[in-house]
C-alpha cells in the first residue's frame, strides 16, 4: 500500500529564509508524487508534481521537490521565504490509479 | 482554468438531518473524489466516480452515499448526519485514466449539533 509521512506538523521560517518540508513515501511501486498547498478557508492547489521525469521538479511560486528514490523521499523547498506563503502544504503520492494518499500535512508559518 | 465549484462554503445541520453536499466541475473531467479533511489526519477518501452513474467507495465510506447522474456534478449525501460528520469537506476532479493531478473546489466546512 501506498502512504506518505510529513515530518513536522508544523514549520516556522523567517521572511528570506530556506523553506524545506520533508516527505517520505512508502510505495511498492515506482510513485507518482504531488505538492498542494492551501490556504486559509481554501482548497487544494496544485504546486507541482512528479512522474518519473526529471527528479528534480519545479512548480509555482518559486517552490521545487527533489525525488530521491535512494531515501524515498519527496521534500519541497524554496530559497527565500516569503510572507505569502504561510499556507498548509500536503505531499501526496499515488500508484498506477486514481488512488491518490495524502500526508497529514504541514503548515507553514512565516515570521517578518 | 479547472474550475470546480462547491454548493455551500459553509452548512450548519442538525443530527439526524439528510445532507447534500453539491460539487460541480466545468472540464469534462472523468474522475471526480470527496474527500474530508481533519486537522492532523489530512484528506481521506469517502468515494469516488469514473464516469456518469459509477462509484467507488473510498477509505471511509461509512455514513455516506454520492450521486453522479451527469458528467459535470457529483453529490455528497449524509442520510442521517451525525455530530462526528462535522467537518471540512473537499470535492476534487481530474481528468482521464492514469496519473492525473486532482483540482479541488474551495470545500465546505460543515457543522453538525
Known amino acids: 500500500a501506498q502512504s506518505v509521512t510529513q515530518l513536522g506538523s508544523h514549520v516556522s521560517v523567517s521572511e528570506g529564509a530556506l523553506v524545506l518540508l520533508r516527505c517520505n513515501y512508502s510505495?511498492?511501486?515506482?510513485?507518482?508524487l504531488f505538492w498542494y498547498v492551501q490556504y486559509p478557508n481554501q482548497g487544494l492547489q496544485l504546486l507541482l508534481k512528479?512522474?518519473?521525469?526529471?527528479?528534480l521538479v519545479k512548480g509555482i511560486n518559486g517552490f521545487e521537490a527533489e525525488f530521491k528514490k535512494s531515501e524515498t523521499s519527496f521534500h519541497l523547498t524554496k530559497p527565500s521565504a516569503h510572507m505569502s506563503d504561510a499556507a498548509e502544504y500536503f505531499c501526496a503520492v499515488t500508484p498506477n490509479n486514481n488512488d491518490m494518499r495524502f500526508g497529514a500535512g504541514t503548515r507553514l508559518t512565516v515570521k517578518p | 482554468d479547472v474550475k470546480v465549484t462547491q454548493s455551500s462554503r459553509y452548512l450548519v445541520k442538525r443530527t439526524g438531518e439528510k445532507v447534500f453536499l453539491e460539487c460541480v466541475q466545468d472540464?469534462?473531467?472523468?474522475?471526480m473524489f470527496w474527500y474530508r479533511q481533519d486537522p492532523g489526519l489530512g484528506l481521506r477518501l469517502i468515494y469516488f466516480s469514473y464516469d456518469v452513474k459509477m462509484k467507488e467507495k473510498g477509505d471511509i465510506p461509512e455514513g455516506y452515499s454520492v450521486s453522479r447522474e451527469k458528467k459535470e456534478r457529483f453529490s455528497l449525501i449524509l442520510e442521517s448526519a451525525s455530530t462526528n460528520q462535522t467537518s471540512m469537506y473537499l470535492c476534487?476532479?481530474?481528468f482521464g485514466s492514469g496519473i492525473k493531478a486532482q483540482y479541488f473546489g474551495p470545500g465546505t466546512r460543515l457543522t453538525v449539533l
Open positions: 510505495s511498492s511501486v515506482p510513485p507518482y
Open positions: 512528479y512522474t518519473s521525469a526529471a527528479t
Open positions: 476534487a476532479s481530474s
Open positions: 472540464m469534462d473531467h472523468e474522475n
